[in-house]
């Protein structure tokens, strides 16, 4: 290769290099631009946070400060109305004692929704504490027993609670459970027009419990089912639409459950009935995951 011939390919070779470096620098360029406006995205994502998180609290606040103002004039209304209705002052006509007993009906109906609201603000503001302890599985549902025997509305309705026999004692909230199984109790009488409501428990073999409410009701379509535990969620149904309610119970239990290291869910064939269960581990452990 000749003087020239070596020349000329040096000359290329330097306008190569001289090409990578321009396009080394343009994409530096380019990767400081785009580490820009990535910093820019993360401090735009933390300023929505920050007051997403304001947000949120303000209305855990609003929640339990509307939820707590309310309480005082619904025990009033209940205590009157009670009083009207044990005719302490005098007799009523049947027409009277009906009226009054839509009073108490809406006021019993109210104080659940605002006890549900005010139990919702507190675990949205991490102010719900778990208290586990030691207690037996059948003194549980013996007290759920003797708690809605005495309400049951409808003769036509039974309810049977199968004794958890051979089941250890369990390690975990002992009134965030029992509230879990009276949300799910109180569903299935209410949507139940005859028939039976069955409350079982059954240990599974890696140490978790199962607690099952099953219904004859009137079922829900599967569509439904996926939705059910969201909050103020209610199936439109003739029968829901004549009996009100806070559509904040199953969302309440589901999160209380999680509380527990568990879960719910629900199955059901319209027309048939429905199953809710809720799955917990007998000892309360932090570190464990939901059962699947």
């Known amino acids: ?124 503001s991490g102010r719900v504490t778990v208290s586990p302890d030691w207690f037996d599985l059948v003194d549980l549902l013996a007290a759920l027993r003797g708690m809605f025997r005495p309400i049951l509305e409808s003769e036509a309705v039974s309810l049977v609670f199968e004794p958890p026999e051979g089941m250890p004692s369990a390690f975990t909230d002992n009134q965030k459970l029992s509230q879990i199984l009276r949300n799910f109790i109180s569903n299935a009488l209410k949507f139940t027009l005859s028939g039976e409501v069955r409350v079982s428990a059954r240990l599974e073999d890696d140490g978790w419990v199962v607690f099952a409410v099953a219904d004859s009701g009137i079922g829900i379509s599967a569509e439904h089912l996926g939705a059910l535990f969201n909050d103020y969620v209610q199936v439109d149904s003739p029968i829901q639409k004549r009996l009100r309610g806070t559509g904040l119970g199953l969302s309440l239990s589901r999160k209380l459950a999680e509380l527990l290291g568990g879960r719910v869910w629900a199955t059901s064939i319209p027309g048939k009935g429905s199953v809710f269960s809720v799955a917990i581990p007998l000892h309360l452990d932090q570190g464990r995951t939901a059962l699947t």
């Open 1 to 124: 290769m000749n003087e020239t011939e070596l020349q000329a390919q040096c000359a290329r070779l330097r306008a190569s290099l001289s090409a990578c470096d321009q396009q080394l620098a343009d994409l530096a360029a380019e990767l400081d631009e785009t580490n820009r406006g990535v910093v820019a995205l993360y401090s735009e994502i933390d300023a929505k946070n920050h007051q997403l998180a304001e947000a949120s609290e303000l209305k855990s606040r609003f929640l339990s400060y509307m939820s707590h103002e309310f309480r005082t004039p619904l025990g009033a209304i209940r205590s009157i109305s009670r009083l009207l209705a044990d005719q302490m002052d005098g007799p009523l006509s049947d027409e009277q004692l009906k009226q009054v007993g839509f009073i108490q009906t809406s006021a019993r109906e109210l104080t659940e929704l605002v006890d549900d609201l005010l139990d919702l603000a507190k675990i949205e």
